[in-house]
């Protein structure tokens, strides 16, 4: 089973990349004319990262977890007798991070049992919290199908996002994400197109588009920001750069490694005390070799992080417009993400007499420990 699991695992990897240069691809052909040298250069780009996915193939992270015969015996013993019917199971450590089992199984009387409560079953046998993999089918019936479950992280988070387009357009120029994957990495990003409006929301989701597709495929976040700038900076669109600012948070760690391209700062809240992370690189698509700011924080239980765009800082009429958001965040009481990002919102907006002189996004994370 674990041969055959690995070969469909990987084939999805490729079949997800393929979808992401395909949809790079029409990029190309969305955006303005491309000069030639540069385009050359830019498809080198491309063919490396694209070997270095592929090549990640023979150096798999998950391998094989202990487990003698007699107790996987136990274990498929004591489902059967809960209704579960095991034809397979695999178990496997994934980076020394979490493990992970792999069921092909059925349920064989009338009734249905739903992954969550198989979940709780595997976690008492094994005496560690498991939970049901994102992409594993909710309900266990009689038909044979594979569920996969891993050890629950050790962080969960609640994201909640508000946000205002400049005054006189209906479409904001700001874009946001918030995505799981299933390394028990989640991504949260604001991208910033140039100006407001139509063009400027285009781009924006583009950019939004290709990172979700990238990491989902099992690029890095470094990978898929190269190919995503080659992809701007081979145009004529030098003169419409677009900012990106990304966190990417370990639940089983416990770590943000924040990635920033012109991005305004980024502000974590812990224990009275707010910190500000800042940026000095440019935005996406002005060069065609990319240069980002790369920080890595640990994160801590009731850790509240506040990204914004760059329309809530300029708002701010002070000298010192980051300390101004710093006293907002730490004068904002209780831990509500959304009550967060509102009171943020609407004191940019005061603060321009009630107009959005530009786009404006605040999102906030909310960050514990998984206490279940």
């Known amino acids: 089973m674990s041969n055959k699991w690995d070969m469909i695992y990987s084939a999805w990897r490729v079949g997800e990349a393929a979808k992401s240069f395909r949809r790079l691809a029409d990029t190309y052909n969305e ?80 009734k249905c049992m739903t992954s969550r409560e198989l979940a709780g079953i595997i976690s008492d046998y094994f005496e560690k919290r498991y939970i049901a993999s994102d992409n594993s089918r909710m309900i266990i019936n ?49 991208v910033d197109g140039m100006g407001s409006g139509v063009m400027a929301n285009h781009d924006s989701k583009i950019v939004i588009e290709l990172l979700e597709q990238f990491l989902e495929a099992g690029f890095s976040e470094q990978a898929a920001i190269n190919m995503i700038n080659a992809a701007f900076s081979v145009n004529d669109y030098v ?76 708002a701010f009429d002070v000298e010192d417009k980051e300390e101004m958001l710093v006293n907002i965040i730490s004068e904002i009481s209780g831990k509500n993400p959304k009550r967060i990002a509102d009171t943020i919102l609407e004191k940019a907006l005061e603060s321009s007499k009630g107009e959005a002189l530009d786009d404006m996004t605040v999102v906030v994370v909310m960050v514990n420990f998984d206490k279940n």
């Open 239 to 314: 003169g419409n750069p677009i900012t990106l600012d990304m966190c990417v948070m370990d639940m089983y760690l416990g770590v943000c490694n924040c990635i920033k391209l012109g991005a305004v700062s980024t502000f974590i809240k812990r224990n009275g005390w707010v910190e500000i992370i800042k940026s000095t690189t440019l935005p996406m698509g002005v060069f065609e070799h990319v240069d980002y700011d790369d920080t890595v924080k640990k994160l801590y239980d009731g850790d509240v992080i506040v990204m914004v765009s760059d329309g809530v800082i300029e």
């Open 142 to 190: 009689n038909e044979p199908d594979e569920y996969t479950f891993v050890t629950a992280p050790q962080f969960k988070s609640i994201c909640e996002v508000s946000q205002v387009s400049k005054k006189g357009n209906r479409l904001s120029g700001d874009s946001f994400s918030m995505s799981r994957l299933g390394c028990g990495k989640e991504v949260v990003c604001i």
């Open 31 to 110: 955006l303005a004319f491309v000069r030639s040298n540069e385009y050359k250069s830019a498809i080198v780009m491309q063919l490396v990262q694209m070997a270095a996915i592929l090549e990640s193939f023979t150096d798999d992270e998950a391998v094989n977890r202990s487990i003698t015969s007699e107790e996987r015996k136990r274990f498929i013993k004591l489902l059967k007798t809960k209704g579960v019917v095991v034809t397979s199971a695999t178990f496997l450590e994934r980076d020394k991070k979490y493990d992970e089992i792999i069921l092909n199984a059925y349920f064989s009387k009338k």
